[in-house]
């Protein structure tokens, strides 16, 4: 029996009332060919905002269910609005949908979007390996988003079946020139003629030499990462010098052109699905929830629960043992 649907542009920064952000009018005709786009029709932003703002404008509005869609941090933020109607005693619904491409978010199977990202960072990687193939001596370095999980640059990595390298944050990576990362690309070199490496964002950071005038953080309070891939181009070209050995280096950030694609087939159907036990969730009266899927089963999870942790690749765990065994990886 809803009719009036509201969706608030660019994250929290639209439900503050004095930015001026208009609301758009959600109905059937509005939202029917979305999934058939990348990106989000609503916008995004980054940084938090005053709960009482925003709570005084779902009240000014008639709002009685905030759908919220992200991940750790816009969770916390739906946290925050949560007690502040408990607060004054109000009856608005939160509920979260878990949506980051890094996969982390703890007690569910995946986020939606996953699927698509680590799809379209497959064609990347074909693309990485054949400039690589093309050339003497060719690497292709590839960085794929994982400020703190490596999911993405592993089922990417698996799914290619044509890498040879993957850097993760939860795995330690050496640079030793006698038995680290570039001894080990010289080998692969030796042996097949071209290598083709997959970075996620986060790896190597303590490596990484930090830029004097950097900010430490961004407007949502995350630290920021260190650009590893910019730094192991620069690092494999210099020890392949070195060495007297001339390298092909072609190195790819796909990170905004996988951002930007529309949904795969399944993500599509995993999204409809979550949409519509979240629904079904915020109408029966829960808040302070995220739904997911947990074991095959669409679950709701406490938002307190979802925020505790990350999920991260175990580096004695099946993921990253199947990653050594497609890409022939050294144990250490």
């Keep these: 029996g809803v009719r009036h649907i509201l969706g608030f542009r660019f994250g929290y920064e639209g439900l503050i009332a004095r930015i001026g952000h208009v609301p758009l009018q959600l109905d059937p005709d509005a939202v029917a060919h979305i999934h058939h786009e990348g990106g989000t029709m609503l916008g995004s932003s980054r940084g938090s905002q005053d709960p009482s703002e925003v709570v005084d404008n779902l009240e000014a509005n ?24 408990a607060r004054r005693g109000l009856k608005i619904s939160i509920v ?30 074909r693309s990485a ?26 089922q990417a990595a698996l799914a290619s079946t044509e890498v040879d390298l993957v850097l993760i944050p939860e795995v330690p990576v050496s640079f030793d020139p006698g038995s680290g990362v570039f001894r080990y690309v010289e080998g692969v070199l030796d042996r097949k003629g071209h290598a083709v490496v997959v970075v996620a964002e986060g790896a190597a950071q303590d490596a990484i030499p930090a830029e004097p005038t950097a900010e430490a953080t961004d407007k949502s309070g995350n630290v920021r990462l260190k650009d590893v891939g910019v730094f192991l181009r620069e690092r494999i070209g210099a020890h392949f010098r070195a060495r007297g050995r001339e390298v092909n280096l072609k190195y790819i950030d796909p990170s905004y052109a996988i951002r930007s694609v529309p949904a795969c087939p399944s993500d599509s159907v995993y999204c409809w699905n979550m949409a519509r036990n979240a629904v079904h969730a915020a109408m029966a009266g829960n808040t302070g929830m995220m739904i997911g899927r947990w074991h095959g089963r669409f679950v709701h999870v406490p938002m307190a629960l979802a925020t505790r942790g990350r999920r991260q690749v175990d580096p004695d765990g099946d993921l990253w043992m199947s990653v050594i065994e497609s890409t022939a990886l050294p144990l250490a």
């Design 62 to 85: 008639g709002i009685g269910i905030l759908f919220v869609v992200g991940g750790d941090g816009s969770m916390h933020g739906a946290m925050q609005l949560t007690e502040e109607i």
């Design 96 to 125: 979260g949908v878990p949506k980051t491409i890094d996969n982390d978010v703890p007690f569910i199977d995946r986020s939606f979007g996953f699927v698509t990202a680590y799809s379209t960072a497959v064609d990347v990687i």
């Design 129 to 154: 390996r054949v400039e690589a193939m093309g050339a003497r001596d060719g690497i292709g370095l590839v960085k794929l988003m994982g400020r703190h999980s490596g999911f993405l640059a592993c």
